[in-house]
T-cell receptor, first 109, second 115 residues
Framework: GQNIDQPTEMTATEGAIVQINCTYQTSGFNGLFWYQQHAGEAPTFLSYNVLDGLEEKGRFSSFLSRSKGYSYLLLKELQMKDSASYLCAVRDSNYQLIWGAGTKLIIKP | ETGVTQTPRHLVMGMTNKKSLKCEQHLGHNAMYWYKQSAKKPLELMFVYSLEERVENNSVPSRFSPECPNSSHLFLHLHTLQPEDSALYLC??????????????FGSGTQLSVL
């Protein structure tokens, strides 16, 4: 079966750095997405990786290793507004999106 | 503002009621989706429409009935639901259906409670 694993919950301190991991086992690979979802709001697109390496976008970076079936989202200079759930999703060989259950990130002052 | 609007935001219904969820996208996209989001579970894809034609139905019970009258509007008609159907129902759109770099634009969802 197809599976995406990410931690259920993480806690970090304002101003610090946090890394949210995502491991996947899918039938093929056609890209990995990260979405952010604040409580009661719509998930919004953060990043897309299809090739190995690091993609940087401001305070957020996303890394992919296809050989290891592994990605992480790196958040720097954490702000209180970064408290949200972070969803990892992989597009498989049939271009179906396989979703993880999400990581709830709690930022403390 | 994501360009995808869902109404109502909250809905409480009894198991014998009939209600409808509405979704509208202002992005000129060709594909629209219904997802179910339950606490601590992955998003579950329910239905996919491409240019008003249903292209995917993921073994969803018949008590959920989608309707796509045009590429900007999507409905989910609900009848005789069960308490386990209580969840957040998310609508999403994308330029096309699931090809390569296709990111989804989500609405804020309808929080449904079935009593």
């Amino acid at each position: 079966g197809q599976n995406i694993d990410q931690p259920t919950e993480m806690t970090a301190t304002e101003g610090a750095i946090v890394q949210i991991n995502c491991t996947y086992q899918t039938s093929g690979f056609n890209g990995l997405f990260w979405y952010q979802q604040h409580a009661g709001e719509a998930p919004t697109f953060l990043s897309y990786n299809v090739l190995d390496g690091l993609e940087e976008k401001g305070r957020f970076s996303s890394f992919l290793s296809r050989s290891k079936g592994y990605s992480y989202l790196l958040l720097k200079e954490l702000q209180m507004k970064d408290s949200a759930s972070y969803l990892c999703a992989v597009r498989d060989s049939n271009y179906q999106l396989i979703w993880g259950a999400g990581t709830k990130l709690i930022i403390k002052p | 503002e994501t360009g995808v609007t869902q109404t109502p935001r909250h809905l409480v219904m009894g198991m014998t009621n009939k209600k409808s969820l509405k979704c509208e996208q202002h992005l000129g996209h060709n594909a629209m989706y219904w997802y179910k989001q339950s606490a601590k579970k992955p998003l579950e894809l329910m239905f996919v429409y491409s240019l008003e034609e249903r292209v995917e139905n993921n073994s969803v019970p018949s008590r959920f009935s989608p309707e796509c009258p045009n590429s900007s509007h999507l409905f989910l008609h609900l009848h005789t639901l069960q308490p386990e159907d209580s969840a957040l129902y998310l609508c999403a759109s994308s330029q096309e259906v699931g090809q390569g770099y296709e990111k989804l634009f989500f609405g804020s969802g309808t929080q449904l409670s079935v009593l």
